[in-house]
């Protein structure tokens, strides 16, 4: 089993929308979460941590769901420069020094 | 991202010869990763090092050697390619020192085993 899995889309959503994503991990016992955004064929670049009580920056909230392990990232009032790849990141409690990448959720903002 | 470089950012190689990727920040930061981002896959850590004189093996180090000498250096290397080594390498320094958790990115290097 892996240990982050995302659905790779893509999520097609008209300028203005409100869209989610959720992350699933393996590991219970994990402790950090993150999300990193990726453009086309760029360098991935840290969006936001994730908080136990969850948290916000501007249009996108961050949230963690212990008991089903999983994160979500919620965009709202989607503009077209949200459109890139979405990464969920986990670090595991027995290796503080590993970062466990999702293979990403593509997203695509339409005019 | 300023004070990250790869080297070289692409590059054709034979099957059989030796490569090696070229990481250097001057961040400071006390960890540096390498992964392979694949289509389908995403990114997959091969080696890290969490301090100058350290390193560890990730989830796909079969194939890859690395050295942190420093702590600025930290290249990859491929000791003979093979086509399944086809990817876009990512180095990327980070800050583990406490609960943060940022790695900063460099810009890649594509890299195709023919």
């Known amino acids: 089993r892996k240990e982050v899995e995302q659905d790779p889309g893509p999520f097609n959503v008209p300028e203005g929308a409100t869209v989610a994503f959720n992350c699933t991990y393996s590991n219970s016992a994990s402790q950090s979460f993150f999300w990193y955004r990726q453009d086309c064929r760029k360098e991935p670049k840290l969006l936001m941590s994730?908080?136990?009580s969850g948290n916000e920056d501007g249009r996108f909230t961050a949230q963690l769901n212990r008991a089903s392990q999983y994160i979500s990232l919620l965009i709202r009032d989607s503009k077209l420069s949200d459109s890139a790849t979405y990464l969920c990141?986990?670090?595991?409690?027995?290796?503080?020094?590993?970062?466990?990448f999702g293979s990403g959720t593509k997203l695509n903002v339409k005019p | 991202i300023a004070g990250i470089t790869q080297a070289p950012t692409s590059q054709i190689l034979a099957a059989g010869r030796r490569m090696t990727l070229r990481c250097t920040q001057d961040?400071?930061?006390?960890?540096m990763y390498w992964y392979r981002q694949d289509l389908g896959l995403g990114l997959r850590l091969i080696h890290y090092s969490n301090t100058a004189g350290t390193t560890g093996k990730g989830e796909v180090p079969d194939g890859y050697s690395v050295s942190r000498a420093n702590t600025d250096d930290f290249p990859l290397t491929l000791a003979s390619a093979v086509p399944s080594q086809t990817s876009v390498y990512f180095c990327a320094p980070g800050c583990t020192l406490h609960n943060t958790g940022e790695l900063f990115f460099g810009e890649g290097s594509r890299l195709t085993v023919l």
């Open positions: 994730v908080y136990s």
């Open positions: 990141v986990v670090r595991p409690p027995d290796n503080f020094n590993k970062f466990y």
């Open positions: 961040m400071r930061h006390n960890a």
